[in-house]
């Protein structure tokens, strides 16, 4: 069951990122990237800003309610 609605894959595929670069870019593990694409982990509102400043956008273009 998803959380809530997420493209972080969707971004991360786009800009040709792998989950480990992204991870390591926003200093979590790679199971974390993968619990958040998967929507079993909402991440913290600091990590959404990092994903959010990483692919250049709003949190709101990642992450929606």
Known sequence: MKLQKNDLKEF???HGISQ???AEKTNVTRQTI???ENGKYV???PLA???AK???CKV???FGI
């Open 12 to 14: 991360r595929k786009k």
């Open 20 to 22: 480990e670069k992204l």
């Open 34 to 36: 993968i619990s958040i």
């Open 43 to 45: 991440p913290s509102l």
């Open 49 to 51: 800003l990092k994903f």
């Open 54 to 56: 990483e692919f250049n």
């Open 60 to 62: 709101e273009d990642l």
